[in-house]
């Protein structure tokens, strides 16, 4: 069972850029599709972004298309997200998600970790 642990989080102004890190506990963590979700306040979780087992695809919500970039370094056993321009709209927990397959649905991401905060003010 792999475990994950997200960083990078915080507190920044809109416009600003933050870079996710998701450290992975198994040396199979290329074997796992991974993927970014979050979740606001009252909301449900919410798909942000996700990557093949190799990184040759990726997919991505349509609102943080152009200004999110999800990758992964395998030999690190990392997921990373990188996200520019932010916006008041992208404050959530952010989590990362780990599953055998490429989805946008959280339900197939068995494993998560346990969120880090991004609050982006106006």
């Known amino acids: 069972q792999v475990q994950l642990v997200e960083s990078g989080g915080g507190l920044v102004q809109a416009g600003d850029s933050l870079r996710l890190s998701c450290a992975a506990s198994?040396?199979?963590?290329?074997?796992?599709?991974m993927g970014w979700f979050r979740q606001a306040p009252g909301k449900e979780r919410d798909f942000v972004a996700s990557?093949?087992?190799?990184?040759?695809?990726?997919y991505y919500k349509d609102s943080v298309k152009g200004r999110f970039v999800i990758s992964r370094d395998n030999r690190r056993k990392t997921l990373y997200l990188q996200m520019n321009d932010l916006k008041p709209e992208d404050t959530a927990v952010y989590y990362c998600g780990a599953g055998s397959y490429l989805s946008s649905d959280s339900h197939r991401y068995p494993y998560w970790g346990q969120g880090t905060q991004v609050t982006v003010s106006s």
């Open positions: 990557i093949s087992r190799y990184g040759s695809s990726t």
């Open positions: 198994e040396r199979s963590f290329s074997t796992y599709s």
